[in-house]
């Protein structure tokens, strides 16, 4: 068993635990733990878009999407910046990006491109060709891919053709536009290097992929985030930052942060032309035609300069908050070059020299350093293949920290040097969130797409994270429940768009995987604090949702759309009339799982800290409660017999519950709640034991839902296990769940079933005909953005989810226990089998096939045979339940880093069954 076997609580004692190899990078991160030496002071921690965000938005309507991307070239931000592949430090002072030109398109690039949500046939979409290579977690050395063209890029078309396309067509494009055809662009390659913990190399290679000489402007440019136009300046900031040119370098001095420089490392690409300066300001006479106030240097002179040629828009006394080195090179067809740049801090003592030489070296060390790093994490039987995909899904993951800065608060009630805000945000959906304040480091889903922290997101985030970053990984969820984060009634924020929403409370879940993993990780060692430090503020989190949404008390629970967007027949958030309410199978069946972990960790610190067996006892109990509430309340609870299978359950006032037959993930959620009660943890804890005897004594009707093991393995003798779904129903489900023309498809378990394609459901509600169909890929309405869709696609983390739950059955019940997989095939397997199965799959999404086609990346050529794109790997927000084709976000690592987890989960169960 695993540590990702929730129920084997002390799994970390039970594996044959090794001490860690402490390679450079490890040492790196210990020192960066303590701060002994600060080695993440810097990082890609720069946003990727920070327009059409709620923390940008001072519109009276909300309309987030108002401020778009023309704006984002003149208009000053508020909360943060923005840039391809940059780097900052971690209050994001002094940032670093690249900007481009290829001498045909109408703006400068400064940053990704992509629709806003009212642009997209299905929602937002960033419409750019760009990659995470590589990354280790103290940013000692990263790598990203970013795809140019070298034709004028198609702004408009990508606009008015997404804008003419409905929800039954599919999103049109870069890759669709034909702009890449002949191989006309540049790849642009973006590398950081720490020499040191405030010493910075970096190396940008250019690369024409084309058939003929091409010229492009590359302008790497140093910004400092505008703290001054709102006279906000923030704690210690009362003087304004700077820069200016000092001889061949530009000179950046910040209060907090410290006077670095920005320089050439020698002479040894293409010739540095000349360097620009402006400010970073709002450029006023751009959105107000007339302006008549006075308008200094602003944010678009390097586009008005470059693009435009008005050389008066830049600063011509080499000063600013803003500058950038300008480099005008011709490429032949084939041909690359190398920029070598440097940020370094120089006010604490001299910079050393660094010359061509000890540039390459270190990055050549850095490299290896960072493959020394993942040889210790990635199995060695993995093939290149697979080494390539687990590596690009850590970088991603890395890649996507990002600064992220919102004060509520002063949101709301606007800065003293602007116009104050509309009254009408005073009632908005965040008006009640004034203690909030967000001011960190935090793992966003999607840097692009998702530019904002989602709770549930951000707990199987650190999964994988954990494999390489356990400190960040506690973090990082500790952060999350302190009270400038959470509710002061108990609530966790779900996201910026609405910090009330409520997502699946998984968080208990991921702090115990965490823990188990740190453990681990460390060879043992337990950080039984960080688990203490959880389980008190979580315990605050139960309190909430036990009050919130299970308003009857009858422990049947319902939340709203509780992460899963359309999933329903209608939408669950909207308030139900009076006498009419949801019993939601899946809000039970997560509180059974919130339950569950919480009952588990309860028991973990109780070896160490007897009070917890009182709690513990508390969360067994209830945790039983809401079992016998979903199987057999008015007689079956949220099971349906007929279909054998749990349903949402629509309750009027003077009529009998009305089950909503949607075959979906809803009725497969209840699974994911199994909990091993191991008799040597048990003994070990004289309380829990008494009130546990007790209980099964005299409680007989409850006592039927805590069951012997039935594996034949002789350590499991005693030992005892809590399932939601009891065994009969589980084999009923899995009949389901396991049918390839229902749940399970050549890439994963299916959102939906599939069933629904040609026989939707449909029920009459309020007067309106509501319809629940089979959607294997993008979404087929608007609902909750239209960017995302549960009703048929392959999500990672429910996968997860159900291949943890597989791993505690298949402990309980061992090998007697076999299923028909797939449905109708007569083949028998092991429960362990099956989830390796369907591992498999999954896995399958992102690994070469005989023909060397990645199934994410549907039928495009370029990903199967073209050198310069087949190893590249997108990881997506979810996949086509048909072909698997990745849809919804792009760069969704964020979860979907998950993949890497996956496929080392495959590897584990491969070396168990030899």
Not at 522 to 544: C, P
Request: with cysteine; charged share 25%.
């Amino acid at each position: 068993m695993s540590e990702y076997d929730m129920g084997d609580r002390t799994s970390a004692d039970q594996q044959e635990l090794k001490q860690p190899v402490m390679t450079v990078e490890d040492e790196r991160l210990a020192k960066s733990n303590t701060r002994a030496e600060n080695w993440q002071r810097w990082g890609t921690y720069l946003p990727e878009r920070q327009w059409g965000t709620v923390r940008e938005d001072y519109s009276a309507d909300g309309n987030a999407w108002s401020f778009t991307h023309d704006m984002a070239r003149y208009r000053a931000y508020r909360w943060g910046e923005d840039g391809i592949f940059g780097w900052t430090d971690r209050e994001c002072r002094l940032c670093f990006s690249t900007s481009l030109w290829n001498g045909n398109d109408p703006i400068l690039k400064e940053r990704l491109f992509g629709l806003g949500n009212p642009e997209g046939n299905h929602g937002e979409d960033v419409k750019e060709q760009y990659y995470y290579l590589d990354a280790t977690p103290t940013h000692s050395y990263c790598k990203g891919l970013y795809k140019y063209p070298q034709r004028a890029f198609p702004y408009n078309d990508l606009v008015e053709t997404n804008r003419r396309r409905g929800y039954d067509e599919s999103e049109y494009e870069l890759l669709d536009t034909g702009i890449f055809d002949e191989e006309r662009y540049f790849d642009v390659e973006v590398e950081y290097a720490k020499a040191g913990p405030e010493d910075t190399l970096i190396r940008l290679t250019v690369s024409n992929r084309g058939p003929d000489a091409a010229e492009l402007t590359v302008a790497p440019t140093l910004t400092l985030r505008n703290n001054w136009s709102w006279r906000n300046l923030e704690l210690g900031e009362e003087t304004r930052p700077w820069m200016r040119m000092h001889g061949k370098t530009v000179v950046a001095n910040h209060k907090t942060l410290g006077r670095y420089r920005f320089c050439e490392v020698e002479a040894s690409g293409p010739v540095m032309e000349e360097v620009i300066f402006t400010e970073n300001d709002t450029n006023f006479t751009r959105p107000v035609p007339g302006f008549q106030g006075a308008q200094g240097f602003a944010k678009d002179a390097f586009d008005r300069y470059l693009v435009r040629g008005e050389t008066e828009a830049v600063n011509p006394e080499m000063r600013g908050t803003k500058s950038a080195f300008v480099y005008r090179v011709r490429l032949d067809a084939g041909a690359s070059t190398v920029l070598r740049l440097r940020l370094v801090r120089e006010d604490e003592s001299e910079p050393s020299v660094v010359g061509l030489r000890e540039f390459d070296e270190l990055f050549a060390l850095r490299i290896r350093e960072a493959d020394e790093f993942y040889g210790e994490r990635i199995p060695e039987t993995f093939n290149e293949d697979e080494r390539n995909v687990s590596r690009q899904a850590y970088a991603g993951l890395l890649w996507t920290k990002q600064f992220y800065y919102y004060v509520s608060e002063r949101w709301l009630e606007g800065d003293p040097a602007q116009p104050k805000p509309p009254q009408e945000r005073l009632k908005g959906p965040n008006s009640d969130w004034k203690h909030l304040y967000c001011r960190d480091i935090l793992s966003m889903p999607d840097k692009w797409e998702y530019p904002w922290f989602a709770a549930w997101d951000t707990a199987f985030h650190m999964i994988p994270m954990a494999e390489v970053d356990p400190v960040f990984a506690k973090n990082q969820l500790l952060v999350l429940l302190r009270e400038w984060y959470m509710h002061p009634n108990g609530q966790m924020p779900a996201y910026e768009f609405s910090f009330g929403d409520v997502n699946p409370p998984v968080h208990a879940w991921a702090v115990m995987h965490v823990y188990l993993i740190d453990a681990r990780r460390s060879g043992g060692t337990k950080d039984v604090d960080f688990l203490e430090r959880a389980f008190q503020k979580l315990l605050l989190n139960f309190t909430w949702w036990v009050n919130r949404n299970d308003v009857v008390g009858n422990n049947l629970f319902g939340g709203g759309f509780l992460g899963l967007d359309n999933i329903g027949v209608f939408d669950r958030s909207i308030k139900m009339p009076d006498g009419t309410s949801l019993n939601q199978a899946d809000g039970t069946a997560w509180m059974g799982l919130y339950c569950s972990a919480m009952l588990l960790i309860a028991l973990e610190l109780a070896q160490t800290r007897p009070a917890y067996e009182d709690i513990a006892s508390k969360f067994f109990e209830h945790y039983i409660a809401i079992i016998d509430a979903i199987n057999g309340l008015g007689g079956s609870g949220l099971w349906d017999e007929e279909d054998g299978f749990y349903f949402d359950q629509l309750i009027t006032a003077n009529q009998p519950p009305r089950p909503l037959k949607v075959h979906s993930i809803v009725g497969i959620v209840p699974l994911y709640a199994i909990c091993i009660l191991r008799r040597e943890d048990v003994e070990r804890l004289p309380g829990f034991r008494k009130r546990l005897r007790w209980f099964l004594e005299n409680k007989p009707e409850l006592a039927k839902h805590v069951s012997d093991f039935e594996s034949d393995d002789p350590a499991s003798a005693g030992s005892k296990f809590i399932a939601l779904v009891p065994k009969e129903r589980l084999l009923r489900i899995l009949t389901r769940l396991l049918d390839e023309t229902e749940f399970l498809s050549d890439h994963g378990v299916r959102a939906l079933s599939e069933r629904h394609r040609d026989n939707p459901y449909q029920v009459e509600l309020g007067g309106k005909t509501m319809v629940v169909k089979y959607v294997p890929g993008e979404g087929d309405s608007g609902m909750f953005g239209g960017n995302s869709n549960w009703r048929g696609p392959v999500w990672f983390p429910m996968n997860i989810l159900l291949l943890n739950a597989l791993e505690r059955y298949h402990a309980v019940y061992g090998n007697t226990l076999k299923v028909e997989c797939p449905t109708g095939s007569g083949k028998m397997l092991t429960l362990q089998e099956v989830q390796e199965e369907i591992a498999r799959r999954l896995v399958g999404l992102f690994l070469r096939d005989a023909e060397g086609r990645r199934a994410s990346h549907g039928e495009e050529r370029r990903y199967i045979d073209d050198p310069h794109w087949k190893d590249l790997v997108l990881f997506s927000e979810y996949f086509c339940g048909d072909s698997g084709r990745g849809t919804g976000a792009s760069h969704q690592t964020g979860w979907t880093a998950l993949a890497a987890t996956c496929m080392e989960k495959m590897h584990r169960l491969k070396q168990t069954v030899r």
